[in-house]
């Protein structure tokens, strides 16, 4: 009886409307109770279903899954079997556990899309069963059943319409188009793509003008945005690049540790073979664990996750809500930007751009609702109130032939109805003509409303007793009932050759993205007979003011601009062309052209064309994939339903703050909270900055790291006690270093960031160059500490070690001060410029002192107090740090730029 599958669902709309209903067992006169009973229970309710989220057990878990993060606990197990009174396995599990849940907290902000999708269905909608007209809840709905819509009311479901007057449905948050589409039952071609099925609706879109009947041919998950709900939980998120890169350091690290381990175990156990005894091995396993922490970054994941969220209130300040922090330094990297047309590039409101009257054209200036705008003629502005003859009487048809009302809430102005009818009564305003003070001077007497059929509207009006009709419609309905045209204040005969001509002028105004709305007059009471021809207005959806220049700053910036939008190809392409994205039409494509390619042919293509028009979710999808398949680094940016997949899909997703939906919100990384594009540059250049910064923050915490487990292994080789306690490293590692670290990314932004070229998405997270800075440092802290520790050790290992944890502290110390700048030395870039890091200098040699000279600490850490002459010492001997990186960075400046230059 009802074929509800995939393929069947999409074909309705090719079916008469008799055979669409036969197909469903139904009729006009809807299901009876007993029958939609049964389908309920057979297909389920009209609601979203909520994908499955994991336990919070399993989220917390998950955090433990980390190379390095196994590597601490299985240190900390074993040294807790062994030697269970010992602190340090506690403190290493404690450092842990904290990180874990750091990260499990970040998980816990789960996506709320589906959430926000089942929000915007209908509650409640009209339905005819019986034969009679009733209210029923939206989630009883069920195939087969015959919906009442009409102004105002949100579509329930899926349906193909059978019945239809005047009948208008605002798609905007599905297929992305700004225009109400008229709805009609007749049938439409197999290829029609969504947003050209006129004779279908689709649940969650709104009515905004006529009334018409429905049958429901799917409910729940089986409509169009329950499948784009699918979509969303389909969609895989992706480790951002940083995120895979730290992964990879981390497994490397991981296997570098244990070999370490191993062989420095078994050389030690082979060299204590003629006294081992069980009291030497657990000496020789802490003597292990002492190099595994040494090795291991423990604050880098921290580190790196509090460097981020610094750089929130930066973007925050300039309109750019972060949702994801990994997402910060993915947008500094994006190498394409693809973004939605309307309300992203475009204002999302139509506006009356040009009009065109006695052959002349006249530009109209002004965006969306607003009352403000010139008429500019040549160049040079028109005073409205002096024009008279065909301006005149165009502004009175577009006052008083029209339903639409514009309303003001919160100082923003909308208007309720139809769309083109704001934008005429806008242009109508901008001229003086107040519709409101118009309507009731002059008086609708008649009217005839507008069908698909005809393409027109006509309303009569009186004026002090004589009859005056109104036609506005499409230019080529419109000059089928026009005998004549009002040209100044006479009226002339409309021939054949000025026929053609006004045609003609329709046809380019709809290749240049118009869409196009004539005006006709009897003063004789005639309604679409017999008429005069006033003029032609041309409607869009303009281009907002800062998206051209924010498009070629992107393009300087090495980034590719892609529009993916449901308009036709011609207003896209148009768009794209003002924008800047492309340069000749043929650099668009229809997206229904996408689905004939092959693979080959697809990437073919999408390395050359840059607008994307008649797209459906499922296109952007493919679109993104093939991009992130190519290697490309991909923030998607968008404000409708149609756009959330994709959103999730991309590397990042953008969302718009205000005309953007909860839905597109939700599934977003980051949000512009002023619909600007230029703020997603800002966001770009903030992105680059951040990432700068976390590059220092991470070549410091290795150069500490790589200094650390050198001198551990350097010491231990050479025979000497193991000179520092797995403890006193992990003070090192987590307390002492971290505060220079974060302190780090407070530099300034390097100037030109945005005119280099993104960066290299396969490019490791330690360069070349990164890494012979971080052996120097090792060398020269290693040699350093060493040296200290050696002249020391006769006044007893506990006072060495104390010396060595305190020489290496204040190496890394003057090392923070070295990596300030990766390009330029301390006396260029000013020794007192982020005094934010001398603070952090600072407090961790304040932290050193309670372990140094507190008993109760001296007894947990293993130190002793040091004199004044010592610190002088520590102080001249670790101050070689940041000479010798000083003269290689002086050496190295005019091409060290870790990858990026």
């Not at 091995?281 to 921290?302: R, W, Y």
Request: glycine share 8%.
């Amino acid at each position: 009886m009802v074929d509800s599958t995939k393929a069947a669902a999409k074909k309705y709309h090719m079916i008469p409307k008799k055979e669409v209903l036969k197909k469903f067992g139904t009729s006009e006169n809807g299901l009876g109770a007993e029958d939609a009973a049964k389908r309920l229970e057979k297909y389920g309710r009209n609601e979203l279903r909520v994908e499955k989220k994991d336990p919070k057990w399993k989220k917390f878990l998950r955090q433990f899954s980390d190379a390095l993060v196994i590597v601490l606990l299985l240190a900390a197990l074993i040294t807790a079997i062994l030697k269970p009174a010992d602190i340090d396995w506690m403190v290493i599990a404690a450092i842990v556990i904290i990180t874990a849940t750091i990260g499990y907290m970040q998980e816990e902000k789960a996506e709320e899309a589906i959430e926000k999708l089942k929000k915007m269905t209908a509650p409640k909608t009209m339905v005819i069963r019986g034969g009679k007209k009733r209210e029923l809840k939206a989630s009883e709905l069920v195939p087969g059943d015959v919906i009442y819509m009409e102004s105002g009311m949100i579509v329930p479901a899926d349906g193909r319409v059978i019945e239809a007057s005047s009948l208008k449905i605002n798609e905007s948050a599905l297929t992305g188009e700004s225009v109400p589409e008229d709805k009609s039952p007749e049938v439409q071609t197999e290829d029609a793509p969504l947003a050209d099925r006129t004779n279908m609706v689709y649940m969650s879109t709104i009515t905004e003008r006529g009334n018409g009947l429905a049958v429901v041919t799917a409910t729940g998950m089986d409509t169009e945005i329950g499948h784009i709900a699918g979509l969303i939980q389909q969609v895989e998120r992706v480790d951002t690049p940083l995120q895979k890169k730290l992964k990879q350091l981390g497994k490397r690290l991981g296997i570098f540790i244990l070999i370490a381990c191993i062989v420095i175990f078994v050389m030690e156990l082979a060299r204590a073979m003629d006294i081992l005894s069980l009291t030497k091995i657990l000496e020789l396993f802490e003597t292990s664990v002492s190099l595994a922490v040494a090795a291991i970054p423990e604050g880098l994941p921290a580190v790196v996750t509090i460097s981020l969220a610094l750089g929130l209130k930066v973007m925050a300040n300039r309109n750019v809500v972060v949702r994801k922090l990994p997402v910060v330094e993915t947008l500094g990297s994006a190498t394409v930007i693809c973004t939605d047309k309307t309300g992203t590039l475009t204002t999302g409101v139509m506006t009356a751009d040009v009009l065109y009257i006695d052959d002349t054209k006249i530009e109209i200036e002004g965006t969306g609702y607003s009352p403000k705008g010139h008429f500019i003629k040549g160049k040079k502005k028109i005073k409205p109130g002096k024009e008279g003859g065909a301006f005149e009487q165009v502004m009175l048809a577009s006052a008083l032939c029209a339903d639409a009302v514009i309303s003001e809430e919160k100082g923003k102005r909308k208007v309720l109805g139809d769309t083109t009818e704001g934008a005429i009564m806008v242009m109508a305003e901008k001229a003086g003509f107040d519709y409101e003070v118009l309507r009731k001077k002059y008086k609708r007497v008649d009217e005839k409303s507008f069908d698909s059929r005809r393409k027109m509207m006509s309303t009569v009006h009186d004026f002090k007793g004589t009859k005056v009709t109104y036609t506005k419609g499409a230019p080529e309905s419109i000059l089928k009932v026009c005998v004549r045209e009002l040209r100044g204040n006479s009226r002339v005969e409309l021939g054949e050759d000025r026929r053609k001509k006004l045609q003609q002028l329709t046809t380019d105004m709809a290749r240049g993205g118009y869409r196009t709305l004539a005006f006709a007059m009897s003063k004789e009471g005639k309604i679409e007979e017999d008429m005069t021809f006033l003029g032609i207005v041309g409607i869009r959806d303009k281009v907002r003011p800062e998206a051209a220049d924010a498009v070629k700053t992107t393009r300087r910036a090495g980034i590719r601009a892609i529009m993916i939008t449901g308009d036709h190809r011609q207003t896209a392409a148009t768009i794209g062309r003002e924008l800047g994205i492309i340069k000749k039409d043929n650099e668009a494509i229809n997206c229904a052209d996408l689905d004939e390619m092959d693979e080959k042919q697809f990437k073919k293509v999408l390395r050359k064309v840059s607008v994307y028009a008649r797209a459906s979710p499922e296109h952007k999808v493919r679109i993104v994939k093939g991009l992130n398949e190519d290697g490309e680094i991909v923030a998607m940016t968008g404000d409708g339903v149609n756009d959330a997949p994709a959103l999730k899909m991309a590397d990042i997703g953008v969302a718009m703050g205000i005309t953007g939906t909860d839905v597109t919100k939700e599934a977003s990384d980051m949000i512009i909270t002023d619909d600007n594009y230029s703020s997603i540059v800002a966001a770009v250049e903030e992105g680059r900055g951040i990432y700068d910064n976390i590059r220092k923050v991470i070549l410091f915490l290795l150069s500490c790291n790589m200094s650390e487990i050198t001198f551990m292994l350097v010491a231990i080789l050479a025979g000497f006690p193991v000179p520092l306690l797995a403890l006193q490293i992990l003070w090192i590692n987590l307390v002492t270093d971290s505060f220079p670290a974060l302190a780090l990314d407070t530099e300034p932004k390097e100037p030109g960031l945005m005119k280099r070229k993104p960066r290299d998405p396969q490019e490791s997270v330690i360069t070349k160059d990164m890494m012979i800075s971080i052996i120097i440092s090792a060398i020269i802290i290693t040699a350093g500490t060493l040296f200290m520790f050696w002249y020391t050790l006769p006044r007893g290992i506990v006072h060495a070690r104390t010396m060595a944890l305190t020489t290496m502290v204040m190496f890394q110390m003057w090392t923070a001060i070295a990596y300030r700048s990766t390009t330029h030395t301390m006396s260029e870039i000013g020794w007192f410029s982020n005094p934010r890091l001398l603070g952090a200098i600072a407090l961790s040699i304040v932290l050193m002192l309670p372990i140094l000279y507190i008993p109760q600490a001296q007894a947990v850490f293993g130190t002793v107090g040091l004199s004044g002459f010592e610190w002088l010492e520590i102080i001249i001997i670790s101050a070689l740090g940041l000479i010798v990186i000083e003269v290689w960075e002086w050496i190295n400046r005019h091409k060290l730029h870790y990858g990026t230059t």
